[in-house]
DNA sequence: CGAATTCCTAGTTAAGCAGTTGGGATTGAG
DNA sequence: CTCAATCCCAACTGCTTAACTAGGAATTCG
């Protein structure tokens, strides 16, 4: 029940990417420095979330990647959907197949694998880029709260 | 995100042996046959059981494997345990190690990874072995309860 | 132009999964 | 007592995937 580096990196990458949202392109050395993530490696990551959509980017000097849409509306689920493919624990989850269900375990376990995947599911779906960004930057907000100081 | 057979033939096995608990000891054989998993597989697995005390074995001829608990004392979570290794989607959230949270996206996804843990963990934990054989024969309940019938 | 950047394809290395094979030890039944 | 059923153990194999690395082509700003 390991992630890969594909989503670990890749939410790193994303999250970097909505820190900088709204000042201009970010290129793959600056991500690849701040995230300390090997930078060809990352191109790989990168293309993949630019091939689904969730990045756009710009080429030639000066250029670089930026988030398709506000942080706020890019979930931690639709990142790791693309990157790690279906987060369900067993494939047969994924598309109510209950075809293979013959044997007498079977259907058994099954509801077992689709309760993981449920709650996975909404934790993922729950947390966005923004609410992320929310948690690494408190100081700002406690500072705005602090009217009586 | 995938669940290896480890841990997908090692709960049909331990379901297996609780749907037969208190009959005593089940073969390697029937196991194999009912639950569709290669004997020589499964060998490999119920010794990690075995080792692990989950359950214990009867040598020679009408040997077998039993529960060591009841059915009502092992969770999902036990079996995923012991199979899979740890359940957590990456190795820092197992043991309170902030330590590598230097870079700046660290902490921030290592939050999440931790809430994606907790989550799984709530829900393997909550599964015993009682649950899934009660799940498999709710004719019996139905039967039972149909005085009027 | 040329430096900075993205884009693309194709390796490489190592590890782990999913078994198989071949034997050895133990024990109940006939 | 013997033998067939069973558990026990270790090594071996084929395959796939992860996690990169390498090298170059295309694009664009200054």
Partial sequence: MKLSTKGRYGLKAMFDLALHFGSGPVSLAHISERQDISMSYLEQLIATLRKAGLVYSIRGSQGGYELNFSPSEITVGDILEVLEGQL????????????????????????????IHDSITDVVDSITLQDMVNDYMPKTNVMINRKEY
């Fill in 88 to 115: 369900a624990p067993v494939s047969c989850v994924k598309s109510n197949d209950t075809e293979h269900c013959s044997k007498s375990g079977e259907c058994v376990t099954r509801a077992v694998w689709q309760q």
